[in-house]
């Protein structure tokens, strides 16, 4: 029997010495959220009737997509029974958990989830083995100094191969195979030892509980009803409702309105002590003033060494956000306003498309987080969005020595360019070895350089590439998950960026360039994207009453050429008496259609030719086949 | 403001079997399971004329239009039973223009005379092409032959005006074809001929079978091409085209039922699913030839649904119907920077107070309509 939530130590009382906190971290759905739900119900603070799957995931979109994006803090209690089999010592304990995103794009949700552990529970899927996200995590709870806890999940499966993965986990690890933990999050078969474990493996939190207070926020969410809400590990001293506390990089000093833990929903507390997990509100509203990664203290006699920093996010990715109809501008802005309250990665300028009208140039972390932050817009907010194709940011050195910072490729500079410079990830990728071959005619292709291989085991390996990033937000995950017909896994971070011959290229549409539609391309695949975008655009655009012309270009040098002949029919053949009706609204509907069309110079192109063209546009190798 | 003019329309749902491409509210025997239906016509389309009679009280019918399905599957006696009916309660103009559609294959040499002597005016007959294969593909049941004999037969019987539909565009139909066709239905000598590009109505066997790709569906240039075709060849042999779909040998064989349509004149509208408008009310009767029968058999109006048409509609409509007609559309009716537009473009010409296509914009009527309303 699990003990009442009750009877468990409060917050701001509790011995450190019972404290636990560690995160769950994997590959993209190797099962951290359904573990996490076997937790919360084994301490027992969901129960049986208030569960549902994957509990931790509360925001609508991570329900749909069936992913975390949002790390997600619990405490919860936890008693070891005497005679445990694991050894652990009998008693109560705190534990504080930690749910992680499993996908590249949220990587820094990990890391500063990390920062208020002690240890991380590395789970793999005992059926997919190690993926490029198990080793990305791992590599990233080392380096924060965490003791990991090896963790083979689905062993339910009947595909699941625990002898193999087991051996390949504690080869990666450096441990033994015997300490590789086997559970099932699904039927909860070992989870209750791993809690044990957990209790054991992992090192107590210390800190001077007479020293100043002093606490890391780790997250800072902002919530309509108690504004932002921020999430904090207490490392020294003691933080207290009604206490003034202040902000250590601004100095900005707030009023502590409440204090508490998440258990697994909020429970207010009187205090919050050394090693505790919790959260507290202070009145502000925007996320930017209680910062990830700043140090929280008191007003009087505060500390005056903050923590460790955190290195925060910079978007990497860059696309046009734009209303389909114009009118929509304004709620776009306060939409963006308020989604940024909630996620400082998101940055946004206001743009000007000649093609596309109003909007704002928005910077991303990655793909998912365009895809999911645009989803959002359109969701909650009732907007209906063209995005343009996303890009890097490029660095433009002119002849005469001037500096461009590109983020947009139709701001790319004219004249005399001396040189460009574009970001470059180091990107992992574990395939089995079948793959070898194809994985590296992609990443040539691609212009990536091998930087190295490792058999991970027998017959699965990892490769190790430098990538332009333009390459890899273009296609080359669908690419790679297509060619390795889903087997393999790609991890990158940011490390540098290179030279490269790249060259701007224009769509005109009658002569005219269509911005929304100029791409920064490596020369060698200029042609071939300019003769796909024109193709393209020949299909989607409807005939006109003359000739367009469509022409993909280079400066002024032409590289590619595609006609839409004129219309010469458009009308309907009969209408008696009973069409008239039906004629009438289908003009009504051909009007309202009318509507929604952009005028480029003076040729109609519907807001659905946009979307589909500038929708992962296929790249240079399509056409070698 | 003199009333404006009136016709009657009759609706018949009936054909021997259903073509491919059409849409029309009409049924097979089988479809109806017997010909029970059919027999009955008659007698219910006179009581909807004299149900008719109590709204608008006599009103004389300048037109009467028998249209299908197939009128002419019907005994001749009993369409002109329906017509009496007409002349009866409403009341008919001396010179009144009284036409039945009629399938090539469904007319005989005494069901024209009985016609003729029962005060019809006018056969429109569906012939729709004279190339065999095409008329395969349309599914149509006639020989290329039946037509000029239907023809003859109706002159016989003394129909002055006689009328030729065909469609153009057909799969498989080459512009060599459309211009047989088109050499065929001359070589009758009708007074009027309509021509229609082939629609893909939605929820037909042909909608079916070009989604499917058994059946290539219509390309726009080559209805374009063969459009201009139709024209030059009719208006060489002395027809000319009064609207968008319809050539006349002189203003008098003009379809003067089809022309109140486009002057959004008033009609009533006898027969399952019969559309009837009267200043700007519409109304629809039920389709289904015994949901219809089955009211006025209980002495209540057939009608299935109504709309009031507000000023904007009515705007919309005229300028839609209108500017398709050979005497174009009232200036008036559209903005004059629109009409300069359309004009600098070559689509039409001031002609008076009007506005009138011209031959390549009456291809791009539709546009046209769009620019002038938007
Ligand atoms: N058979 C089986 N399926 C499992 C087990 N654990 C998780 N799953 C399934 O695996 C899928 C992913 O589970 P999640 O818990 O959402 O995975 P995650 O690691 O949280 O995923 P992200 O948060 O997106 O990285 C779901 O369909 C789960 O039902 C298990 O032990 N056995
Ligand atoms: C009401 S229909 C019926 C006349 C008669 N039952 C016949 O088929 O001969 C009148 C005309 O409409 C035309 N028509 C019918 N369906 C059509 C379609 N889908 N596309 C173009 N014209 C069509 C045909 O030319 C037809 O002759
Ligand atoms: S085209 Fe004429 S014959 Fe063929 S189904 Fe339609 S109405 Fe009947
Ligand atoms: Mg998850």
């Known amino acids: 029997m699990t003990p009442p939530v009750s009877a468990a130590p409060a917050p701001g009382s509790t011995d450190p010495s019972i404290i636990r906190n560690f995160c769950i971290i994997a590959h993209i759905d190797h099962g951290k959220s359904t573990l996490a739900d076997r937790m919360l119900q084994l301490t027992g603070v969901v129960d049986e009737r208030a569960a549902r799957a994957q509990y931790l995931d509360r925001m609508d979109i991570e329900r749909e997509r069936g992913i975390t994006i949002k790390s997600q803090a619990v405490r919860m209690p936890w008693t070891v029974p005497d005679g445990n089999a694991e050894g652990a010592e009998p008693g109560q304990y705190v534990l504080n958990m930690i749910d992680t995103p499993g996908h590249v794009d949220f990587t820094y949700e990990v890391s500063r989830s990390l920062e208020a552990c002690e240890a991380a529970v590395l789970l793999v899927d005992a059926a997919q083995g190690i993926e490029a996200q198990t080793l990305a995590n791992l590599y990233l709870a080392l380096g924060a100094d965490l003791h990991v806890i090896p963790v083979l999940n689905k062993i339910d499966l009947p595909s699941a191969q625990p002898e193999k993965y087991a051996a390949e986990l504690a080869g990666i690890i450096g441990c033994d195979v015997d300490d590789v933990l086997q559970v099932s999050a699904k039927t909860g078969f070992g989870v209750e030892a791993l809690l044990n474990e957990i209790v054991t493996q992992t090192p107590a939190p210390v800190g001077d509980p007479d020293a100043p207070p002093r606490a890391l926020i780790f997250d800072s969410v902002y919530d309509i009803y108690r504004g932002v809400v921020t999430y904090v590990r207490v490392v020294d001293g003691k933080l207290s409702h009604r206490d003034r506390i202040q902000m250590m990089s601004t100095g900005a000093v707030h009023e502590m309105l409440e204090v508490g833990v998440i258990s697994p929903e909020p429970v207010k507390a009187d205090h919050l002590g050394v090693g505790e997990v919790g959260y507290l509100i202070t009145g502000v509203k925007d996320v930017r003033q209680s910062r990830v990664g700043d140090t929280v203290t008191s007003q009087h006699k505060g500390a005056t060494e903050a923590l460790g920093g955190y290195k925060h996010p910079v978007p990497m990715v860059f696309a046009g956000l734009f209303p389909i109809d114009g009118d929509d501008y304004p709620t776009l802005r306060d939409a963006l306003d308020k989604l940024q309250l909630n996620d400082a990665s998101l940055a946004y300028e206001p743009e000007t498309s000649g093609a596309l009208g109003f909007g704002f140039r928005c910077g991303f972390l990655g793909l998912l987080h365009m895809e999911i932050t645009r989803d959002r817009l359109e969701r909650e907010f009732g907007l209906e969005l063209i995005s343009t194709a996303p890009s890097v940011v490029y660095e433009v050195t002119m002849e005469d020595g001037t500096l461009h910072r590109v983020t947009n490729p139709s701001e790319y500079p004219t004249g005399k360019i001396a040189e460009v410079r574009e970001p470059v990830v180091k990107a992992t990728i574990l395939a089995p070895s079948d793959f070898i071959g194809v994985i590296m005619e992609l990443c040539q292709s691609k212009r990536g350089q091998l930087q190295g291989m490792d058999y991970l085991s027998e017959d699965r390996v990892e490769m190790r590439y430098v990538l332009p990033l333009a390459e890899i937000v273009f296609d080359f995950f669908d690419q790679l998950k297509s060619r390795t017909k889903g087997y393999a896994s790609l991890d990158y971070e940011p490390i540098d960026d290179q030279a490269a011959d790249l060259v701007k290229v224009d769509i005109l549409l009658q002569g005219e360039p269509v911005d929304a539609f100029s791409a920064i391309v490596h020369r060698d695949s200029a042609y071939s994207y300019g003769v796909m975008l024109a193709g393209k655009l020949r299909e989607l655009i409807p005939r006109q009453q003359f000739e367009v012309p469509i022409q993909a270009a280079i400066g002024a040098r032409v590289i590619a050429r595609e006609t839409i002949r004129a219309i010469r029919k458009d009308v309907l053949a009969k209408c008696y008496g009973g069409d008239i009706s039906r004629k009438r609204k289908l003009l009504e509907k051909q009007k309202e259609g009318k509507k929604r069309m952009k005028m480029v110079g003076r040729v109609e192109v519907p807001q659905e030719a946009f979307v589909a063209a500038l929708s992962t546009t296929q790249p240079a190798e399509k056409s070698k086949k | ?374």
Request: include cysteine; glycine fraction near 8%; aromatic fraction near 8%.
């Open chain 2, 1 to 374: 403001m003199p009333a404006a003019a009136f016709g009657v329309y009759l609706h018949v749902p009936f054909c021997a079997t259903r073509c491919g491409y059409c849409d029309f509210n009409t049924y097979t025997a089988t479809e109806l399971g017997g010909g029970g239906a059919q027999a009955e016509w008659a007698t219910w389309a006179e009581a909807e004329v004299a149900l008719a009679a109590c709204t608008v009280g006599r009103r004389e019918a300048e037109t009467v239009f028998f249209g299908g399905g197939t009128p002419t599957l019907l005994p001749s006696a009993d369409l002109v039973r329906a017509l009496d009916a007409v002349r009866r309660e409403l009341g008919l103009a001396a010179d009144a223009e009284v036409t039945t559609e009629a399938n090539p294959d469904s007319v005989t040499p005494e069901s024209l005379a009985a016609l003729r002597e029962g005060g019809f005016t006018r056969v429109s007959f569906g012939m729709q092409s004279a190339v065999p294969h095409v008329l395969r593909v349309l599914e149509r049941t006639h020989d290329p032959e039946g037509v000029a004999r239907a023809v003859a037969w109706a002159r016989e019987a003394g129909f002055a005006e006689v009328s030729l539909d065909l469609i153009y565009g057909t799969a498989g139909e080459s512009l060599a074809d459309w211009r047989r066709s088109l050499e065929a239905a001359l070589a009758c000598e009708p007074d009027h001929v309509s021509a229609y590009s082939l629609i893909v109505e939605g929820g037909t066997r042909l909608a079916r079978q070009v989604r499917s790709g058994l059946v290539a569906a219509p390309e726009e240039d080559d209805l374009a091409r063969k459009y201009e075709l139709a024209d030059e060849l009719l208006t060489a042999a002395g027809l000319s085209w009064y609207e968008v779909s319809n050539w006349a040998r002189t203003p008098a064989a003009r379809c003067r039922h089809n022309e109140l349509y486009w002057e959004s004149a008033d009609w009533w509208g006898i027969g399952p699913g019969a559309h009837s408008h009267l200043d700007g009310e519409r109304w629809w009767n039920l389709k289904h030839p015994s949901a219809w029968a089955g009211r006025l058999a209980a002495g209540e109006s057939p009608a299935d649904g109504r709309e009031t048409l507000t000023a904007d509609d009515r705007h919309l409509e005229r300028v839609m119907l209108e500017l398709r007609h050979v005497s174009g559309l009232p200036l008036a009716l559209a903005p004059p920077e629109r009409v300069d537009a359309v004009v600098a473009r070559g689509l039409a010409v001031r002609r008076d107070d009007r506005l009138v296509l011209t031959d390549r914009g009456r291809l791009l009527a539709d546009a046209v309509v769009r620019e002038l309303v938007a």
